[in-house]
């Protein structure tokens, strides 16, 4: 049994014609017709009797159209009830500071516009940081790079999350404009990059992981001259000149002048990608609130990159 079928039954003892009801309904005669004949062969009992002068409630019709009115009402006060209601709670949603300079801000804008009750708990880390403070429920979801889901032991703990395939970023070789020489490419492979100056991030974190990799495949040593766990202090670093850096377009959202500061050069190489996941804990963990963030996370990253916000991104 069915809400239509007690609402199409309601309508037709109301107008007592099928006609009639049918055009209020919107329906074909026949479809209505059906649907009756299906929840009196539900019921094994006749509800209607039909004449030619329309139709009328029998004895038991009576009393079903009673608590059928009873049963609508309490429906329709359940859907106003779930449509008014407000979303309270805490969620904590890390990102990484590449992903915070572009997602960040929307996102908070976002979540303040739709679920003004929801108090956001951001934070902001390395990739290694946020996958321990998620394993450990400090966090109800976060943006995290695949490189941190490769281990074994990281598998094992993924496998409890909810994981959705976000994005992929190109990586790029930045340099300080004011120490690159005016001949440099705008597109590099990694085999060109072994004489430069490298700023990187230590080797426990998602895009030092993927860079590695990436390196020993092309069969090339970095020369890293500086180990930095802080964007913005790795990226005062560059931009004095003391090394350049491979990071994603993302590093250079929070410049204004990042045009005239900075140089970029997307690299070539295919393994060189950073895919964007967002894991959560399990749905059965998450609250209503944490399950409405995750849809708005989704959806605002997804804007950004189809409106060309998020430099060098592609939908998964």
Not at 21 to 33: E, H, I, M, N, Y
Not at 34 to 41: A, C, K, M
Not at 63 to 79: C, G, K, P, S
Not at 212 to 237: K, Q
């Amino acid at each position: 049994m069915e809400l239509k079928q007690l609402r199409y039954f309601v309508k037709v003892v109301e107008l007592g014609s099928m006609t009639r009801a049918a055009l209020d309904l919107g329906l074909v005669q026949s479809g209505l017709s059906q649907q009756i004949s299906r929840l009196e062969s539900e019921l094994s009992t006749r509800l209607l009797q039909r004449s030619p002068k329309g139709v009328t409630a029998t004895e038991a019709g009576l009393a079903f159209y009673r608590e059928a009115q009873l049963t609508l009402r309490h429906a329709d006060q359940a859907m106003r009830a779930a449509q008014h209601a407000r979303l309270t709670g805490t969620v904590s949603v890390g990102l990484a500071p590449t992903t915070a300079a572009v997602l960040g801000l929307p996102l908070m804008r976002a979540m303040r516009g739709r679920y003004p009750d929801v108090r956001l708990h951001m934070v902001e880390s390395l990739s290694g940081h946020l996958t321990a403070m998620l394993n450990a429920r400090q966090l109800d979801l976060a943006v995290l790079f695949d490189s941190r889901l490769r281990s074994r032991d990281n598998l094992k703990t993924a496998s409890r999350w909810c994981v959705t395939a976000l994005l992929e970023e190109d990586l790029f070789f930045i340099s300080a404009r004011a120490h690159t020489r005016s001949d440099m490419p705008k597109i590099l492979d990694l085999a060109q990059l072994k004489d430069e100056a490298l700023i990187l991030p230590t080797g426990p974190h998602g895009l030092r992981s993927t860079l590695d990799a990436a390196f020993a495949t092309a069969r090339v040593t970095p020369n890293v001259v500086l180990e930095i766990d802080s964007l913005a202090m790795l990226m005062d670093a560059v931009g004095d000149g003391l090394g350049a850096t491979l990071q994603p377009g993302s590093a250079l959202a929070r410049f204004s002048d990042a045009g005239q500061r900075f140089h970029m050069a997307r690299i070539s190489d295919p393994l060189v990608r950073r895919q964007n996941l967002l894991c959560s804990l399990a749905d059965d963990e998450l609250s209503p609130a944490a399950l409405a963030t995750r849809v708005v996370l989704l959806d605002c990253a997804r804007t950004l990159v189809r409106q060309g916000d998020w430099f060098g991104a592609s939908l998964s």
